[in-house]
């Protein structure tokens, strides 16, 4: 079983739509990330959190939501997508201990197209 | 903020000893170095960590000077199933929990 599982895996949609990127882990890690990636950009974060009620911004936030909604599941929101917002997008886990190492498990990642 | 700095691409052939050197010029004292590796599409796959000197584990070594303000992952005798992008991660904070990525290095394996 995958430690951390992204739905859907591929999205097609329209300017302006809002859309919901979900993400489950089934370890009980605390702390959960969104990521973005870009070609030949690296991943960029987007938010994170450390348990349900905390949400903190990373580098890349500015047209982006996130919602903790309990501590297995936290999903990224588009509310209204952009072309520019086309990506490869990534979710991670890690428990309270790991995360100060860095060790992350990732998602198997969601391939967002706006067209 | 401990940012890291990496070579953007590198080339070897089959068979060679690859070091990937990254530079973290203000990594806090009590955080670690840990390295990914990442193939197209897939998410980063965590490959070795560490705090200091040398660490060894069955897949690669990560080699830590004593000032830590670099380290280098060294891959020996790659094979073409290495090519992918590797990505050098130091914690923006302990305490916090930050987990930054750069734009990583991209290594290409030659027959």
């Known amino acids: 079983d995958a430690d951390v599982t992204q739905t859907p895996r591929n999205r097609i949609t329209k300017t302006g739509k809002r859309i919901m990127l979900e993400c489950s882990q089934t370890?009980?890690?605390?702390?959960m990330y969104w990521y973005r990636q870009d070609p030949g950009l690296g991943l960029r974060l987007i938010y994170y959190?450390?348990?349900?009620?905390?949400?903190n911004k990373g580098e890349i936030s500015d047209g982006y939501s996130v919602s903790r909604q309990a501590q297995a599941k936290f999903s990224l929101s588009l509310e209204s997508a952009i072309p520019n917002q086309t990506a490869l997008y990534f979710c991670a886990a890690t428990g309270k201990g790991e995360a100060n190492t860095g060790e992350l498990f990732f998602g198997e990642g969601s391939r967002l197209t706006v067209l | 903020l401990a940012k890291t700095t990496q070579p953007i691409s590198m080339d070897s052939y089959e068979g060679q000893e690859v070091n990937i050197t990254c530079s973290h010029n203000?990594?806090?004292?009590?955080?670690?170095i840990t390295w990914y590796q990442q193939f197209p599409s897939q998410g980063p796959r965590f490959i070795i960590q560490g705090y200091k000197t040398k660490v060894t584990n069955e897949v690669a070594s990560l080699f830590i000077p004593a000032d830590r303000k670099s380290s280098t992952l060294s891959l020996p005798r790659v094979s073409l199933s290495d090519t992918a992008v590797y990505y050098c991660l130091v914690p923006q904070g302990s305490t916090l929990g930050r987990l930054y990525f750069g734009r990583g290095t991209q290594l290409t394996v030659w027959p």
């Open positions: 203000n990594i806090a004292t009590n955080d670690y």
């Open positions: 370890k009980g890690h605390d702390r």
């Open positions: 959190s450390f348990d349900v009620k905390d949400i």
